[in-house]
């Protein structure tokens, strides 16, 4: 199955790629791009590898979207 297509099971061990990140957040990878580059940063924390290597680990991942998370019950 072509990797686009699939959204992958984010595990909190393991490190995912802006595209793979990018697929379970349902946004485009330039996205993510632009929120890394923004002043401040924005999105989930990042590791740069590279200048051309990003990596976001999967318990970073998870814990931005429990921290983004609103809860309309609360307010």
């Known amino acids: 199955m072509n990797a686009e297509m699939r959204m992958p099971d984010l595990e909190a061990s393991k490190w995912y790629t802006t595209e793979e990140v990018a697929i379970v957040l349902k946004v485009d990878p330039s ?29 970073d991942v998870l814990s931005y979207l429990v921290n983004r998370r609103v809860d309309p019950t609360a307010a």
Do not use: D, M
Request: aromatic share 10%.
């Open 31 to 59: 996205s993510l791009r632009r929120w890394r580059t923004a002043e401040p940063p924005q999105g989930p924390p990042f590791v740069p590898i590279s200048e051309r290597v990003i990596r976001y680990s999967g318990s």
